[in-house]
Each structure stands twice: as C-alpha cells, then as structure tokens.
C-alpha cells in the first residue's frame, strides 16, 4: 500500500500520497537530475504544509485568505508605473494589460472611467492600421497581443472599449496570418503554432467573426500536435504540454470539431499531471508551477463538459483505430452545444451556457491549497513556486486557476458553488470565468451580447 | 538588458555623427499611457531611432547594426527581428555570421521565441549544409537544460528539414542513460523510431523499443514517462496492445512488487476496456490488493481496479471515480 507519510496535507481534506520513490527502496544507484530536482520542490513545498497542519484551526484559516487588497494594489500600481527592468516586456505591453485588468476583474474590483478610458486610448496605439494589435505602439500586429488586447477590452466591458475594436480590420488581418496548412502564424512571416491557432480563433469567435474560412483545415493542425501521451505540442511531434493542450482542446472546442481528438487519453494525460504538491506541472517529470492552475486546471474544467463524447469514446467500438474515432461517435460537439443554430461563433456560448452533470474531475482543494499557500505572495501578486519571484503572468494564471477550482462543483457555469467548494473563508471567492476564452463570465456575456447585435 | 561594460563603452546616437541625418522618432505613448515602463535612456534612444530606420523601411548597413543593438536590449521585440530579416535579405549578408550572431544570444535567452524562429530562417536559407552545426546548437542548449522546449523543437525541425537522423537514436539513449525521467528524450525517441528515414518506423521498431521500455519500466516503476511511451508504441493499435503479453505482463510483475503500481494498475484499466481478458493470476494478484485497500472483492476486475485507484491514489481520486462510473459495459 502507499503509505502516507511526512506530505499529508488532511486539512480541508486534500490527499495524502506518498510524495517520492524512498531513495533507499530506490534500485537507482544514484538520483537523476529530475528526481533531484523534484526533491527539492517538494521539500518545501512539504515545509509550507507541515507549517500549516501544526497550527490551530483559526490560523490555518488565515494562512488560507486570499489577499484581495494586497494584490489589487500590486496590480494597480503596474498598470500606472512599471519599473526599467520590464524592458524585456516591451513588446508584450496588452499581455500586461490583460494580465493586470483580468486579475482586477477576477477580484471584482471595479475600475474607474477614467482610468478605463485611458487603456482603451492606449490599446487603439497599439492597433495596426491594417488589422491587428502589436506589442505597443507602432509594432507589428501579432496574433498574442491581438489576443491580449481583445480580451482586455472585453474584460473592460464598456460600450467605448467594445466599440473600439475594428473587427472588418482584424478579420482581415486573422486571414493574413492563415497558413496553406490551415494553422496560424504569430505575425506576418512568423512562427506557426498552436498557440497562434488558438488566439486566432478564441478572437475570431468571441468578436462573432468565424467562419468557415477561418476554420478550414486548423483542425487538422491541431490533430497532428497530439502526442502519444494524450496532451497536445506546441508543433507536431513536439512533448505534450500544458499550455498546448489548452489551446489545442479549446481551439476543437469552438471550431466545433473536438471529437476529433482522442479525448480519453487527452484526460487521462491530464489528469496525472496534478501531483503531490496539490498543483499542476506543465509536462511529464517536470516541476510544478502555479501557471498550470489554469492551463491544466482549465482543461480539466472543459473536459468536465465533455465527458459524454469521452464515455463514447472509452467504448470498445470506438477505441479501435484512432481515425475512425470522428465517424463512429454519434454525440458530436454538435450536440453538445446546443440547439444553437449551427453559426460558429454561437459554439461558445451554447458551451457554457449547457448544464453540466459531472464533478470535477481533479483535486479542486488541493489546488487551492497549492495557489493560496505556495504561490500566492503576502505583499500582494502570485509566483511560479516558492523560491520565486512574483510577476504579473503568474498572478493572472493564478487567479483564473484559483477561479476555475472556486467553481468547478457549479453544474451551471458561474451558479454560486457551496461553501465546502471554497479553501479559506468564503470571501476568498473570485469572480466566474469563461474557460475557452478566460475573461470573467459576466463580462463574455456583456460582449456576446454585443457582437451578436451586428 | 546590456551589461554595464556594454553601458560604459556605448556613444549616445546622438553623439555618433553616422547618425546625424536621422530625426529619432519618440514612441507615441498618448497623453495618459498605461503599463508605462521607465525606460532607460539607452533603451528609449535606441528604440526611437529603431522606430525612425523602421518606418523610414531603411535597408542599410547601419539599419542591420540598429538592429544588433535593439535586439541586445530586448530579444523578444518580433518587431525588430522581422525588420532585420528584411535587412539581411536586401544587403544580401552571409548568413554564417548571421548564425554566429544568434548563438551568442541565444545561450543567454534560450527561451525565447523570437530567437529559435530566426534560427530556423537562418538555417532554412543555409539548407542542408547546416544540419551539423544545428544539431550541434541544440545540443549544447540542451546540455544547459535537457528539457528546454524551443531547443527540442528546433532540433525536429532540423531533422526532418535538413538531415541528420544517422546519430539522433544514440542521443536519445545517451540522455536516457543520464536521466530516465527526462520526458523530453523520450519524447524525442517516439520522433525518432516514427519518424526517422533509417529506422523502418513505429512497427519495425516495436520488439526492442518494448524491450527497452520494459526494462526501463522495471527499474524505476514510479516513472511514468515509459508507462505512457509503452501505450505509445501501440498507438492507433488497440488490439495488438491488448494481444501483446508483454503489456499486461510488465502490469504483473510491477504489481507482485506491492509497490509503485499505480502506473501499472491505470495500464491495466485500459486494457480491460479495450477488451482484455485477465489471466486468473492477475485477477488474484488484483483482488489481492484490493483486499487490503478497499471492500469491493465481489465486483468485476476494472470496478475493483478503480476502487483502488480511488484510495492509493487520492489526488486523482474524482477521475477514478468517474472512470468507475463509465466503464464500458463488456469490461471484465
């Protein structure tokens, strides 16, 4: 039996699992590399948690609070002033805005008009003349920081940010970067990966502009980056990973063909990739980071809502010989979304609007505890693991894994989950997200809304 | 960001009398910018005649050299790199020293996009000549970090672009033999027995890799990187992963051990919803351990799997749980 010695993490009831191969059991000569290293993460990590199982319920209470104040600060304060050091992030300048308002909106803190209207102001210097958003201003338009931008403005919400966007402009420029091969590519000449299909096509749907031009053949691309583990690569024959596989099983998901893939071995990848630290590492026997709370944490949140075609799917009849996977299974994505009326750019919406009937699927505690305890930074702000530096990216992935565990009990995206969902006090509860997009649920359904009227 | 030594011995532009035809262009910020970086003054300078050369589309010598310098200060402005692409084409450079120039900043910024896709521009126009020199690059990259991504991608890119598969199953053994846990080798060598031109592909292939799989398997049970390679060996298959002995019998051994089987159980899952019909042994051995974990002797050998997935394993305890509800309806 595996024992549960020196990790167990009982409070709130997270799993108790015997961390690491004993050395001596061990018949390795000598520890490699990744064990050592692996080791150490877990060392700390394990430090934290004894910490907290040795003192009284009412601090472990407070060793468990999300910092609302402390972190809106840090994230105001960056988008007034940044530091010489974020030189090496001048061209991802949307990529600090969306990180920074995304994290406010999940708080639920408001914004005020002003300050609104200024990130609108500067969001449109960004924008290229042609279509697109670049870096900052006068840069070329790229497909990240469109997306970026994008989903600022939408987290923004209001009639003056959403009216901001030249849609005709970005359609055009989404089929600039199209590839012969069906995927994307980054900006003009540049790379072609999942990650350039996804934002492409998270964009394209969320601005109601998706159309089968657009989709033709991406879902091809995003076949061939399945690996034989189960998640997606960056390129074909690349290592599963999470961030791929997020923007590979999103990308099926809204351009409706995610019954193509082999969802069960896609699940069953993911699924080990939470490990005893109670977080998400992003690949096989590599080490975990509070950025994979949502990068994983969110496919799991989608898996959650596909488990009917994975049922189907884990049939024998279905199982054998992956291609015919697509024509032997009678639930479609199709039916997952709805009686909608079959316009691509409705697939994301009937996706979350559909009533679930499965529990998670991971530890949703556990993570909790793993982003609470591990990652989330007492002056405000959220890092990789301890040891680390907090930073506004992993402050964001955070947050949006924190709110993806908050909620993952709800059948009904963003119905108010029981208190025994939520690690720590109650106020600690973050705003709902989209998961196929990630902006706060609310504000998806204000600029759904919105693109719907033209 | 450049070094103080870089600091010391730089001339402002506007110092530099090459310079002194072009107006600097400020970026345009507005009135009230948001995420505004406190540039450095060398930082600002170079970027704003950076900005000048750009929309001025300047093709020159001095414009590659703007560049050498920008791209110093911030590697990840694509901006840049695609305007110097343009540059190298229009003077026509010798792309060699190109390739000189991207390995000195590439050990320092290793994980950076923009970088590996201006080695693979480089290297495509250099062609198969160049294989060598890049199998080399990565190497070296990845004698840094065994896992870093780019370097791997890259590295396939060359293979199937370039050339070169003669040595690359020896590299993958070498890094196995180093680290047995290293995902990315593995990864590397499904690439190579599916892809490689000189190996005979996935079915050629399988005897030895599951040989050498098994064996892996053996040594280190907890390691889950072989467990998920020896399901890939079989990809697109089902039926011969269920025929196969050695499959269900590697779950076996593991499982007589008492220890790390978690790997071997999940395997073993598997193999009864595809079909699998268990020795009396296995079952025994199974019922076993389900004895002492769980209260479900009496179900069926995958419902009992489950339940003791669903204790020993209490991190993936909802996903068992679900596996446990959806088992199709045939299963031993």
């Known amino acids: 039996m595996e024992s549960s010695p020196s990790f167990s993490t009982s409070f709130s009831s997270p799993p108790s699992t015997n961390p690491i191969p004993n050395p001596n059991l061990d018949s390795q000569p000598r520890l490699t590399v990744t064990q050592l290293e692996q080791l150490k993460v877990e060392e700390k990590v394990a430090e934290i948690y004894r910490l907290l199982n040795g003192v009284s319920a009412h601090a472990r209470s407070l060793m468990s609070e999300l910092w609302c104040d402390k972190h809106v600060e840090f994230l105001t304060r960056g988008l007034k002033q940044l530091g010489p050091s974020y030189h090496v992030l001048d061209a991802n300048r949307p990529w600090l805005c969306y990180w920074i308002l995304h994290s406010i909106a999940l708080l639920g803190e408001p914004l005020d008009t002003e300050l609104e209207n200024d990130v609108v102001d500067f969001l449109s210097r960004c924008e290229d003349e042609d279509g697109g958003y670049g870096g900052g201003p006068g840069q070329l338009p790229h497909l990240a920081t469109t997306y970026a931008a994008v989903n600022t403005l939408v987290t923004l919400g209001s009639e003056n940010a959403l009216s901001s966007i030249n849609r005709d402009n970005i359609y055009k420029f989404l089929l600039r970067m199209k590839d012969s091969s069906g995927a994307f590519r980054m900006h003009d000449a540049g790379e072609i990966d999942v990650r350039a299909c996804y934002t492409a096509i998270s964009v394209a749907s969320i601005l109601n502009i998706l159309d089968y031009e657009l989709v033709k053949d991406v879902g091809n691309y995003i076949l061939r980056c399945q690996t034989y583990e189960g998640g997606i690569s960056g390129e074909p024959g690349s290592e599963a990973h999470g961030g791929y596989t997020f923007c590979g099983l999103a990308t099926m998901i809204l351009i409706n063909e995610a019954d193509r893939l082999d969802l069960s071995s896609l699940l069953d990848w993911v699924a080990f990739r939470q490990g005893v630290e109670c977080g998400f590492q992003g690949r096989t026997n590599k080490l975990v980071d509070g950025c994979y709370s949502f990068w994983q944490g969110g496919v799991l949140a989608l898996m959650q809502r596909l488990l009917p075609i994975v049922a189907k799917q884990l049939t024998p009849s279905s199982v054998s010989g992956e291609s015919s996977l697509g024509s032997t299974c009678n639930i479609k994505s199709s039916d997952l979304a709805g009686q909608g009326s079959g316009k691509l750019s409705d697939v994301s919406f009937s996706f979350i609007k559909r009533h679930t009937e499965s529990g998670p699927l991971f530890h949703t505690i556990a993570l909790q505890q793993y982003i609470l305890l591990c990652s989330q930074v007492l002056e405000g702000g959220f890092k990789d693991k301890p040891g680390k530096q907090r930073d506004f990216y992993h402050t964001c992935y955070c947050l949006s894994g924190l709110s993806v565990s908050q909620y993952s009990w709800s059948k009904d995206a963003g119905a108010c989950p029981l208190p025994t969902a939520i690690l720590g006090p109650y106020s600690n509860l973050l705003e709902p997200i989209h998961p196929l997009h990630n902006v706060v649920l609310d504000k998806y359904y204000i600029s759904h809304e919105f693109f719907s009227r033209s | ?332």
Not at chain 2, 44 to 59: G, I
Not at chain 2, 221 to 226: D, H, L, T, Y
Request: charged share 25%.
């Open chain 2, 1 to 332: 960001m450049s070094s103080s030594d870089d600091d010391d011995e730089r001339i402002p532009f506007i110092q530099r009398p090459e310079w002194s035809d072009v107006r600097p262009v400020p970026q345009d910020d507005g009135p009230h910018p948001i995420v505004p970086i406190a540039y450095h003054d060398d930082f600002r300078e170079t970027m704003d005649y950076f900005r000048a050369v750009y929309l001025a589309d300047e093709r020159s010598r001095r414009a590659l050299d703007l560049t050498t310098e920008a791209i110093g200060m911030n590697p990840a402005n694509y901006t840049v790199w695609h305007f110097r692409r343009l540059v190298l084409e229009a003077l026509n450079v010798d792309l060699h020293e190109e390739r000189d120039f991207i390995d000195e900043i590439a050990v320092r910024n290793s994980k950076n996009y923009q970088i590996w896709h201006h080695r693979r521009w480089v290297a495509e126009k250099l062609g198969p000549q160049a294989a060598d020199k890049e199998l080399e690059f990565t190497m070296m990259i990845l004698a840094l970090d065994a896992k870093n991504y780019h370097a791997w991608s890259h590295r396939q890119w060359v293979l199937q672009s370039l050339g070169g598969w003669e040595k690359e199953l020896d590299y993958c053994c070498k890094l196995l033999e180093d680290d047995i846990f290293n995902n990315s080798a593995w990864n590397q060598r499904y690439f190579v027995i599916t892809r490689s031109p000189l190996l005979g592909g996935l079915q050629a292939m399988r005897d030895s890799e599951v040989s050498y799989t098994v064996e892996a398997i053996l040594a280190n049970p907890q390691n889950e990187s072989p467990w998920r390679y020896l399901r890939g060996l079989y990809k697109g298959d089902t039926d011969l992963l269920v025929s196969d002995n050695q499959v269900s019998d590697v779950c076996l051994k593991v499982l007589k051990t008492n220890h790390n089987y978690i790997f071997a159980l999940s395997l073993l899952l598997d193999l009864l919803c595809y079909g699998f019909q268990p020795s009396h042994e296995l079952k025994r051995v199974v019922q076993f351990l389900g004895k002492t974990e769980t209260d479900s002797s009496d179900a069926n050998l995958a419902t009992t799997i489950c339940s003791i997935l669903e204790t020993v394993d209490p991190m993936r305890s909802n996903y068992w749980a679900w596996r446990k509800n959806n088992l199709p309806s045939q299963v031993c």
